[in-house]
């Protein structure tokens, strides 16, 4: 299935070798639920097309608690992801963005850039 998920990695770094064509960073769960509603608004596209076996790959990665994100020493803050916002999605081709509603707007764009890069 493309749509893989992963829960708050020990070390950002080791995303960078994932097999897989996007990255989508989430806030973590919180009884059974996303806490971040920006993360929650975007869920259903974000399912549509990285849901289906045939879409592109994607893994989802939760980056914590929200006492854990708010604060600045976060992990994923930093290098190599120097995320800023919950919910993006990074294109690990060319570590292009989409950030919080653009999700929504232009996530199936984003995807078929992706894939005019590679020729297909």
Same mark, same amino acid.
């Given at each position: 299935?493309p749509l893989r998920? =992963?829960d $708050? ?6 995303l ?10 989430y ?5 059974g ?5 920006d993360?929650?608004?975007v ?15 994607a893994?989802?990665v939760?980056?914590?608690q ?5 604060t600045?020493?976060?992990q $994923? ?8 916002s =919950? ?8 570590d292009?963005r989409? =950030?919080?509603?653009?999700?929504? @707007?232009r996530l @199936?764009? $984003? =995807? ?6 590679t020729g297909?």
């Amino acid at each position: 299935m493309p749509l893989r998920f =992963v829960d $708050f990695p020990s070390d950002p770094n080791s995303l960078k070798s994932v097999p897989g064509d996007y990255l989508v960073i989430y806030s973590s769960l919180t009884d059974g639920k996303l806490w971040c509603p920006d993360c929650v608004a975007v869920d259903d596209t974000v399912q549509s097309v990285f849901g289906n076996n045939d879409g592109p790959s994607a893994l989802i990665v939760y980056v914590g608690q929200k006492a854990d994100w708010k604060t600045p020493s976060n992990q $994923f803050r930093g290098e190599p992801w120097k995320i800023q916002s =919950v919910p993006t999605i990074i294109r690990l081709r060319d570590d292009a963005r989409l =950030v919080d509603m653009d999700i929504i @707007h232009r996530l @199936h764009g $984003f =995807v078929e850039d992706g894939f005019n890069l590679t020729g297909n």
